[in-house]
């Protein structure tokens, strides 16, 4: 009866009706499918001259393009949306194209952590940031999940606002096996900033930093061998590591080498002494991996050996490339320069508005020159008395501080080394019969010290030189301005281009 009814009038109706509407579904998910597949393959082909454009520098049309695709559905286009406003400095615009990738992409989430850091989004601070880090990291594939995890916390450690997110940024990076947090725990120990003063602990991380292959830790465990900062004094070792870091091109290594050098010179009015030769080149290759002290002792070197019209100038250029670095040295003569119109037109505006710059960071010297040259004292001998005594700190005739700067707590904790400039302890004889170099050993009261028959105007002008032995390179933590690196994200398929042309647009 049933089968009756199928192939009655009736029946057969309904099978033609059936039969049509399945049709009609067929063909109309066909079209859908080939729209949707067109619009992909459309958005993904934009995408991709979207990337061509951002290798070529054209970062306007390449986000035009980038906009177009995310809208017909690209998230890679909204993935590479977010990298590059991360990289422009947009960071509202790229908070809001991560979130809308960040459960698809570890860049993605990355950048949310890096923009909670700089304080951007709904979670803001260093735990927020660490949990979106994590939730990158677990993106990627099982095999690198721990490397990833690494790789994630180092590009921010430039990014911390405080010292101790800083700090809790670089201790997560330690546990999880980072060889550099080695290297900057370790400073942070030495420094005593923000942890307690631990040399001996600072001196094993350095070294667990060196064997995972950390070539500044070299640096670091040549200046504790060659001062004896939480490990027997050794210069010996110290001259070995530091010879290592800088064949590495560290411009700490080379500068401290160099002022060694530059304490083995025999007459220093003999431009042609060998070690004085090996002095310069050392401290100009630190000049050229843009380290200030290196740039402000070549300065002062120019100086010393003969002062003239065209010497004053490339002195000018020296100390001004060195203030451009931050270095306190060089942006308190170049300021003198400035005032006095050595080598240059004046400006005594610049030349004060550079010394209360340094002053407010703490630089007690250019505190006493804003003070003597309200008192309208002679600013050109100022200068002179000041490139004469920062020379004879450079050939180690003078010293100013016992060890190097950044360790001043483990030699004076007192106002001292304001005063008077310091003559290094008894052991370093041993020093010197060791490295064979001529050491600083005389001690100089500033009152009495005179310069070509003249006083010095200002006792304090010895504290000009700031890096004035051989160092440890360890920093204090700073907030830098750098902004965020996130990597770029995994390229589409199809791209034929060069991968890292993408970094070459910014």
Not at 393 to 403: N, S, V, W, Y
Request: with cysteine; aromatic share 8%; glycine share 8%.
């Amino acid at each position: 009866m049933k089968i009756f009814k199928l192939f009655s009038k009736e029946g057969r109706e309904n099978i033609v009706i059936l039969t049509l509407f399945v049709a009609v579904a067929i063909a109309l998910g066909c079209i859908l499918y080939g729209v949707v597949t067109y619009y992909k393959e459309t958005s993904e082909a934009t995408t991709l001259v979207a990337l061509d454009k951002i290798g070529e520098g054209d970062l306007t049309t390449a986000s035009v393009l980038l906009k177009k695709a995310g809208d017909n559905g690209d998230p890679t286009a909204i993935e590479y949306l977010a990298w590059m406003e991360t990289r422009r400095g947009n960071y509202n615009r790229a908070l809001e194209y991560a979130r809308q990738c960040s459960t698809i992409s570890s860049v993605c989430l990355e950048i949310m952590g890096d923009l909670a850091l700089l304080g951007y989004g709904e979670a803001q601070g260093v735990a927020a940031a660490l949990s979106y880090f994590e939730q990158a990291a677990q993106k990627g594939p099982k095999d690198k999940i721990a490397q990833n995890r690494i790789d994630i916390l180092e590009r921010a450690f430039p990014l911390a606002k405080e010292a101790k997110d800083y700090e809790r940024l670089v201790e997560t990076a330690l546990k999880a096996g980072s060889a550099r947090a080695n290297l900057l725990m370790g400073d942070m120990l030495f420094l005593g900033t923000t942890l307690e003063r631990n040399p001996v602990e600072a001196f094993s991380l350095w070294q667990n930093a060196k064997d995972q292959g950390i070539s500044e830790a070299n640096t670091r465990l040549a200046g504790a061998y060659w001062h004896g900062y939480g490990v027997k004094r050794d210069p010996k070792t110290a001259l070995q590591l530091y010879h290592h870091a800088a064949d590495a091109g560290d411009p700490v290594a080379c500068y401290s080498l160099g002022l060694i050098s530059l304490r083995q010179v025999k007459d220093h009015d003999d431009a042609n002494d060998p070690a004085f030769v090996q002095a310069k080149l050392l401290l100009d290759k630190a000049a050229n991996k843009n380290y200030g002290p290196a740039a402000s002792a070549l300065g002062i070197l120019l100086l010393h050996e003969r002062q003239s019209e065209i010497r004053l100038v490339q002195a000018a250029q020296w100390f001004n490339t060195a203030y451009q670095q931050m270095d306190t040295t060089g942006s308190i003569l170049y300021a003198l320069m400035l005032y006095a119109g050595l080598g240059m037109e004046v400006n005594e505006e610049l030349a004060l508005s550079i010394l209360y710059e340094e002053e407010q960071n703490g630089s007690n010297v250019a505190g006493d020159l804003l003070s003597a040259l309200a008192h309208n004292s002679d600013a050109k001998l100022i200068f002179d008395q000041t490139i004469e005594v920062c020379a004879h700190i450079l050939f180690g005739e003078i010293a100013f501080r016992d060890g190097a700067f950044e360790a001043q707590l483990y030699h004076d904790n007192g106002d001292h080394a304001k005063v008077y400039y310091h003559a290094p302890n008894e052991e370093d004889e041993k020093v010197i019969a060791q490295v064979g170099s001529r050491y600083p050993r005389r001690v100089v009261n500033p009152r009495t010290f005179m310069i070509n028959g003249h006083y010095l105007l200002l006792p304090s002008i010895g504290g000009v030189i700031v890096q004035s032995a051989p160092s440890t390179g360890a920093r204090v933590f700073r907030q830098l301005t750098e902004p965020p690196h996130p990597p770029v994200p995994p390229v589409p398929p199809g791209y034929t281009g060069d991968p890292l042309r993408l970094e070459y647009g910014f």
